[in-house]
């Protein structure tokens, strides 16, 4: 039998959450009987402007490779120019394009964690060696840019992954110390995955990181507009990073729908500012309802939260008999800990009715409040 790559055969599966629907089967539920907290968008879905130009849309012709219109608009919006931008296939497509282009086999790649999977094992399938700096839950899973800078140069770092804020912690780094990190590790691609910042309270800008030819900027129109089934995202960066990118992407990797959905979304200015404001106010109720119970919650600046359970599975599944879907952390190396996505304040009343009638707070999580942010 003729086999894969060595390191590839070797590969794990990245678990995402979210539910089947041969498990909600086996619960007896179809998936219109469930909530689905598991998940991080915009809570009010997508855009009627964006649904309305997707019915409306021909896709009997290929897609616009580079997505020129979209792209444009999206460099107009920044202040870039077209040359420092560039959409892809979600920001998950752009994650292995950096790999593809940037890492060689044998060469390593720092991880700030823990976080999103697909960062090592886009890594791993270019052969390259993954370091993790690993933020703890004593320290509300903080991020030590000393520490990652040292791991950084001990281990000659090509690419530094910083989600911020990060998945599934939602604590939000401080832009000038990733700018600090950048000036101090020039041999290396910082690559900030801003997937969640459209959620953030009033976040300082990040564009001017852009001014730095070692910063990657990743954006996801996946969450703040709620297209995660089309696949919508894209990058800003040097224009030297962008065209190598680009020279290794696959041809037609964006939609002509994914495409069209994004135009339109991004004209919708008044449903994303909703969305946020729906998000503000599930974050306020869910950590106070929440606290009330004696779960703790932990601070977050997106719109998830991240809760101390106990016993993480054991959870899940008791909320899954009350029609509740929430991401269990095991997959992230936190077992004690839930991630559930903000939704509709009606929505998290019935997210905490159910934690509630389930006892949550005695499956093992410690008895105390929210803990208090910076």
């Not at 090592?120 to 030590?144: C, K, L, S, W």
Request: glycine content about 8%; proline content about 6%.
């Amino acid at each position: 039998m003729i086999r894969p790559r060595a390191h590839v055969d070797a590969l794990a599966p990245v678990y995402h959450g979210s539910i089947s629907d041969a498990e909600l089967a086996g619960l007896g539920f179809r998936r219109d009987q469930v909530i689905d907290f598991s998940v991080n968008s915009n809570p009010l879905g997508p855009s009627p402007a964006a649904i309305a130009a997707v019915q409306a849309a021909t896709w009997s012709h290929y897609p616009d490779d580079r997505a020129t219109v979209l792209r444009g608009e999206l460099a107009c919006r920044e202040g870039r120019g077209v040359e420092q931008v560039i959409v892809a296939n979600g920001s998950s497509e752009l994650i292995w394009l950096l790999a593809t282009a940037f890492i060689d086999p044998g060469q390593s790649a720092v991880v700030v964690g823990p976080t999103f999977g697909e960062y090592a094992r886009a890594v791993r399938i270019a052969g390259g060696v993954i370091h993790e700096h690993r933020a703890t839950p004593e320290d509300q899973f903080t991020v030590d840019f000393v520490a990652i800078e040292a791991l950084a140069r001990d281990r000659r770092a090509r690419i530094v992954f910083i989600c911020n804020p990060n998945n599934p912690t939602g604590v939000l780094a401080s832009i000038a110390d990733i700018e600090a990190l950048a000036l101090k590790l020039p041999e290396s691609l910082i690559v900030v995955d801003e997937a969640y910042r459209p959620f953030v309270d009033e976040p300082r800008s990040s564009l001017p990181l852009t001014e730095l030819d070692n910063i990657v900027l990743l954006r996801s129109l996946t969450k703040d507009y709620a297209l995660a089934g089309l696949r919508l995202g894209y990058a800003l960066a040097a224009s030297a990073v962008v065209d190598a990118l680009d020279k290794v992407r696959p041809p037609w990797s964006v939609n002509v729908i994914a495409q069209i959905a994004g135009l339109a979304a991004l004209g919708d200015e008044e449903h994303l500012r909703r969305g946020r404001d729906e998000v503000r106010r599930a974050r306020a109720y869910v950590t106070e309802a929440l606290s009330a119970l004696e779960l703790r919650v932990l601070p977050s600046a997106a719109n998830y939260v991240l809760l101390d359970v106990g016993d993480a599975g054991m959870a899940r599944s008791a909320l899954l008999r009350h029609g509740i879907v929430v991401r269990d952390c095991t997959s992230f190396g936190l077992p004690n800990f839930i991630r559930v996505g903000l939704r509709t304040v009606q929505e998290c009343e019935r997210l905490v009715a159910a934690c509630e009638a389930a006892d949550l707070a005695s499956i093992g999580a410690p008895q105390c409040g929210a803990v208090s942010g910076p």
